[in-house]
């Protein structure tokens, strides 16, 4: 671990804390049918996957639910969106301490799978919580909507080593699922898995990393 220079952070799950569940029951509240199983807790399925995928706008994402939703009444773009972000719970403010304080040491970036409506609102929030942006946390960030890719892919690993400009053997990966943990391995990179219940501050700390 002495070679490590960066270090690529998953989300949700890792940095930030989420809640499967009470997205698919504020989805199903709105009347939808079949949020259970397009929401999965590490890969996603249907209109949301392609949503993560970046082949759904956002637009076409909110019309894709509404087809599903069962009801009598105009569901409004607000509610799908805020039907959505249940899924996030926010980030605590000692994570985001920890992320200040690796950066003095290493370039922090993030991989993660993630959508617009909520990378734009609720994770975007979550990050100004100290009064800083997303940007002041990391050196580069890589998106599946926007790499087009998604993880446990190779792909959006090979995009991100070629859009952050990164080493993998240079790199510790940190996920909470093993499947994305096992593709970085194979292209090289170091990992560390973030499971339920412990801290990705406290993970370092076992490593010497910080």
């Known amino acids: 671990m002495n070679i490590i ?3 690529l952070f998953d ?4 940095i930030m804390d ?3 569940d009470r997205c698919v029951k504020a989805l199903t509240a709105l009347g939808m049918e079949g949020a259970e199983e397009m ?3 590490y890969v996603q ?3 949301f996957m392609q949503l993560e995928d970046g082949k759904l706008s956002p637009e076409q994402f909110r019309d894709a639910i509404r087809s599903r939703i069962k009801t009598n009444r105009t569901i409004s773009d ?3 969106d805020s039907a959505l972000n249940q899924f996030l719970l926010g980030i605590p403010a000692h994570r985001l301490k920890s992320l200040r304080e690796l950066r003095q040491k290493y370039r922090i970036y993030l991989l ?3 959508n617009p409506i909520m990378f734009y609102s609720k994770i975007a929030e979550s990050f100004r919580a100290e009064g800083f942006e997303m940007c002041d946390y990391f050196d580069g960030q890589v998106a599946s909507f926007i790499a087009k890719c998604s993880k446990p892919g190779r792909e959006i690993f090979e995009y991100a080593i070629k859009n952050l400009g990164i080493a993998p053997c240079e790199t510790l990966f940190l996920d909470d699922s093993q499947k994305n943990l096992d593709t970085a391995q194979i292209l090289g990179f170091k990992t560390a898995l973030v499971a339920p219940g412990t801290e990705f ?3 370092l700390k076992t490593k010497g990393l910080f």
């Open 112 to 114: 993660s799978n993630t």
């Open 78 to 80: 607000e509610e799908i």
């Open 5 to 7: 220079k960066n270090l």
């Open 18 to 20: 989420i809640n499967r």
């Open 39 to 41: 929401l999965g807790l």
């Open 45 to 47: 399925s249907g209109e």
């Open 11 to 14: 989300l949700g799950g890792v």
């Open 201 to 203: 501050a406290d993970i």
